[in-house]
């Protein structure tokens, strides 16, 4: 079982910029993989960014590319950052971390707001 507890989202001003974390814990040897996703009012999810336990990233979404970052790894001490810059207010969404195990199996955490107002 793993848990996942994602924070740092919030409002902000075209333009802006926020760092959403999120915290794994519990089983985190069987994460095969994390990624973010986020979905928008309306709007179906869509993965932002990936990452394996080996460190391999996929491509950022091509909305984001350049304006967000990914740090962090899936190790004993998991977290993951996704810093966002020059947020514009097609941004706006509920933002999740997921993690999947080896067998597929995936854990989602909450999710967190983030308002980018124009």
């Known amino acids: 079982q793993v848990k996942l507890v994602e924070s740092g989202g919030g409002l902000v001003q075209t333009g802006g910029s926020l760092t959403l974390s999120c915290a794994a814990s519990?089983?985190?040897?069987?994460?095969?993989?994390m990624a973010w996703y986020r979905q928008a009012p309306d709007k179906q999810r869509e993965m932002v960014v990936g990452?394996?336990?080996?460190?391999?990233?996929?491509?950022f979404l091509d909305s984001v590319r350049g304006r967000f970052t990914l740090s962090g790894d899936i190790s004993e001490n998991t977290t993951l950052y996704l810093r966002m810059t020059n947020l514009k207010p097609e941004d706006t969404a509920v933002y999740y971390c997921?993690?999947?195990?080896?067998?597929?199996?995936?854990?989602w955490g909450q999710g967190t707001q983030v308002t980018v107002s124009s």
């Open positions: 997921a993690a999947y195990n080896k067998a597929g199996v995936g854990y």
């Open positions: 519990g089983n985190i040897p069987t994460i095969n993989s």
């Open positions: 990452i394996t336990y080996k460190g391999d990233r996929t491509n």
